[in-house]
């Protein structure tokens, strides 16, 4: 006769071996199937506990109970494992029914835009190429005998005033202080031109310049020049007034009335303002440009001084300097009352500008 225990044993295994089976096949996720094992093989799962009562079994009896307990245990396992996957499988199977349900979305769609100075620059330089005007460029950091020097404008020569400069901190580099600069005007490719390329020539030279501002709405520290240099055999300020002519007409409008009034500059000699009649009062007087007419460009006749400082004999060939800022020109044209906006990164604002 077997013992009381043991048949009692017998008939619990069998039972939670009917009912968990039952109870697995049943279980739709992994978290209901985390729960039933470890409700039967955690630290006091219903399983796990069963092995307690066996010392107190005669010997013969432990023959009988060990191999069944092995059994249930191992069917419960394996019918828990099987279930994980069957339910990873279906979940896995209706993530790709949902995958194909997936509809295209329309992205917001953005273009980019180019920049309004750089649009009248581009402007600017195709009405030049059209005359047979060619790119030139200088060193925006540059020397003061390229930007000031060579340009009849020596060391303490109070027109140096014209232009605040920043000065680069030159000596570790071992270059004497003051001698290093942000180039504060495009009329530092001048002597450069006349350098690299033999007379007659026409060259225009369009990029940044830097000065020491105190930035309102009309100064920045950081702005683009435009300048023609144009070395020929016999020039005269009427090519200077024709010159400006063609640019300002093709830029505001053919109707502009374009004049010359005396100005110093000391790297042309005669040195003129290039005045515009006024784009928003037609000459009459406003409170843009005040008496009729707004000042757009500096030029003159180049100095002898700066030709033979380029290495060309002002005997033979005579030049025109021409320079303006395509910000200036810019904020005319579109109407802006403010220079900051275009160094601004603004894209909002900038992409108004038409
Ligand atoms: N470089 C001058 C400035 O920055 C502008 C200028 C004046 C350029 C007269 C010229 C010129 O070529 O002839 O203010």
Redesign the pocket.
């Known amino acids: 006769m077997q013992s009381f225990l043991l048949t009692e044993m017998e008939n619990k295994l069998n039972e939670l071996k009917a009912d968990h089976l039952q109870q697995i096949k049943r279980a739709q996720t992994l978290q209901e199937l985390d729960d039933i094992f470890l409700k039967l093989f955690g630290k006091n799962g219903q399983i796990t506990l069963v092995p307690k009562d066996f010392p107190s079994l005669p010997k013969e009896e432990l023959k009988t109970i060990a191999p069944l307990f092995n059994q249930v245990k191992n069917n419960l396992e394996q019918a828990i494992k099987e279930q994980r996957s069957a339910v990873r499988e279906k979940s896995y199977q209706k993530l790709n029914e949902e995958a194909l349900d997936i509809q295209p979305v329309a992205l917001q769609q953005r273009s980019g835009f180019i920049h309004p100075v750089i649009k009248i620059e581009n402007e600017i330089i195709e009405l030049f190429e059209k005359l047979g005007f060619f790119r030139f460029e200088a060193p925006q950091i540059d020397s003061d005998q390229y930007n000031f020097e060579l340009l009849n404008i020596p060391a303490g020569h109070p027109a140096r005033d ?2 605040d400069t920043l000065y680069i901190d030159s000596q570790k580099y071992g270059i004497n202080p003051g001698q290093l600069l942000l180039r ?4 530092n490719a ?1 002597v450069r031109v006349m350098e690299k390329v033999k007379p007659p020539f026409r060259a225009m030279i369009i990029d940044r ?1 830097f000065r020491y501002e105190n930035i309102d709405p009309r100064h920045e520290h950081t702005l683009e ?1 435009f ?3 144009l070395v020929e055999k016999g020039l005269s300020m009427a090519n200077l007034q024709y010159l400006s002519e063609y640019f300002l007409k093709n830029i505001f409008g053919q109707d502009i009335k374009v004049r010359m009034r005396p100005k110093y ?1 000391p ?2 000699e005669p ?1 003129v303002g290039v005045d515009g009649e006024c784009i928003f009062c037609y000459g009459k007087g406003c409170k843009i440009c005040g008496e009729g007419w707004l000042e757009l ?4 006749m ?1 100095h002898p001084k700066v030709l033979k400082n380029g290495g060309i004999n002002p005997q033979e060939f005579s030049g025109i ?4 800022g395509p910000e200036r020109m810019a904020m005319l044209k579109y109407g802006l009352a403010d220079i900051r906006i275009f160094n601004s990164g603004n894209l909002t604002e900038l992409e108004k500008i038409k």
């Not at 300097?321 to 303006?324: I, K, L, S």
């Open positions: 014209l232009w504060t005007h495009t009329s001048q310049c020049q300048e023609v240099v500059y790297f042309v040195g460009a500096g030029a003159g180049i300097a021409w320079g303006f």
